[in-house]
């Protein structure tokens, strides 16, 4: 079993900036993709931005530009960094690991909880 335990959400104004964590930890053979995903009230879950083990990177277009997603390797650990923050983006933020526990398991998907950012003036 793998966890995600995601960190830095919260509120912010217009135009400002967020800094969102996932730390990935437990049987972990290795990690494929990782990414974020984001749900708000009403509507259904969505990608935000993807990023392979080889750093190659997927961002939803309605946050292109604005938002940043990196990874660090060694600490198992996805980042995303948000500026330009817009009212729309209001949602819970949810952390996404591709992964593998064995080298002969096939890869399973793992979840965080979900952190909240509010955009709101």
């Known amino acids: 079993q793998v966890q995600l335990v995601e960190s830095g959400g919260g509120s912010v104004q217009p135009g400002g900036s967020l800094r969102l964590s996932c730390a990935a930890s437990?049987?972990?053979?290795?990690?494929?993709?990782m990414g974020w995903y984001r749900q708000a009230p009403g509507e259904e879950r969505e990608l935000v931005a993807t990023?392979?083990?080889?750093?190659?990177?997927n961002y939803a277009d309605s946050v292109k530009g604005r938002f940043t997603i990196s990874r660090d390797n060694a600490k198992n650990t996805v980042y995303l960094e948000m500026n330009s923050l817009k009212p729309e983006d209001t949602a819970v933020y949810y952390c996404?690991?591709?992964?593998?526990?064995?080298?002969?398991?096939?890869?399973?998907?793992?979840w965080g909880q979900g952190t909240l950012v509010t955009v709101s003036s």
């Open positions: 996404n690991a591709n992964y593998r526990p064995y080298s002969w398991s096939v890869a399973l998907d793992a």
């Open positions: 437990g049987s972990i053979f290795r990690i494929n993709a």
């Open positions: 990023i392979t083990s080889g750093g190659s990177t």
